[in-house]
């Protein structure tokens, strides 16, 4: 959605390089930030999370970083992995909707 | 526990005429919301619902009614396709609005032809 921009659209890496996505909103209501992988012809699902009281989360090789101030966050995988290769949206949670980056496809390149 | 179940998973319909996408869920949740998905633009916001008998639209409302008469089920109807509403649509829904994550069905493929 117009609320939230993401880049890049497209993302090629070499296994076990790390790969990083960022997302931009405007609304600096907006407190709850998920991502969401989606593989071919799948629903999206969710990777995680993050909250505005919170500046970074970790999940094994999955991060996020949310800097309020800016209004940016960022999506980190380390040593990506064939099976990384997906669809990844971002999202800003807002009042009773979600609105949607319009997407990274990531590839990993065995 | 089945999450969110839609169908069809796949329809083809001429334009101008209609038909009803279902979602249905079994977590209780009173947030329930249809996206629909094309290339390049990500997941836009049709319609959603805060509870039963309360729905509002989203960014792309128009050609698409909603209603929901029941916790568990949040149907989409298209009144008079056209080719523009081409796409893939996903319901889902969530504990709390833009405030949890949001669990989707598996999707419908729709192509009006």
């Known amino acids: 959605g117009e609320n939230v921009e993401q880049h890049p659209s497209t993302l090629s890496v070499q296994e076990g390089d790390s790969a990083v996505i960022k997302c931009t909103y405007s609304?600096?209501?907006?407190?709850?930030f998920p991502w969401y992988k989606q593989e071919l012809g799948k629903r999206p699902q969710l990777i995680i999370d993050?909250?505005?009281?919170?500046g970074e989360k970790k999940d094994q090789r999955i991060a996020v970083t949310l800097n309020k101030t800016a209004k940016h966050f960022s999506l980190h995988i380390t040593e990506t992995q064939p099976e990384d290769s997906a669809v990844y949206f971002c999202?800003?949670?807002?009042?009773?909707?979600?609105?949607f980056g319009t997407g990274t496809s990531l590839t990993v390149i065995p | 526990n089945a999450g969110v179940t839609q169908t069809p998973k796949f329809q083809v319909l001429k334009t101008g005429q209609s038909m009803t996408l279902q979602c249905a869920q079994d977590?209780?949740?009173?947030?329930m919301s249809w996206y629909r998905q094309d290339p390049g633009m990500g997941l836009r916001l049709i319609h959603y619902?805060?509870?039963?008998?309360?729905?509002d639209q989203g960014e792309v409302p128009n050609g698409y009614n909603v209603s929901r008469s029941t916790t568990e089920d949040f149907p989409l109807r298209l009144l008079s396709a056209a080719p523009s509403q081409t796409s893939v649509y996903f319901c889902?829904?969530?504990?709390?609005?833009?405030?949890?994550?949001?669990?989707f069905g598996q999707g419908t493929r729709l192509t009006v032809v």
């Open positions: 889902a829904s969530s504990y709390l609005p833009g405030n949890t994550e949001a669990f």
């Open positions: 609304d600096s209501a907006s407190n709850y």
């Open positions: 993050i909250r505005s009281n919170v």
């Open positions: 999202a800003e949670g807002t009042g009773n909707q979600f609105y």
């Open positions: 977590m209780n949740h009173e947030y």
């Open positions: 619902s805060v509870g039963a008998g309360i729905t």
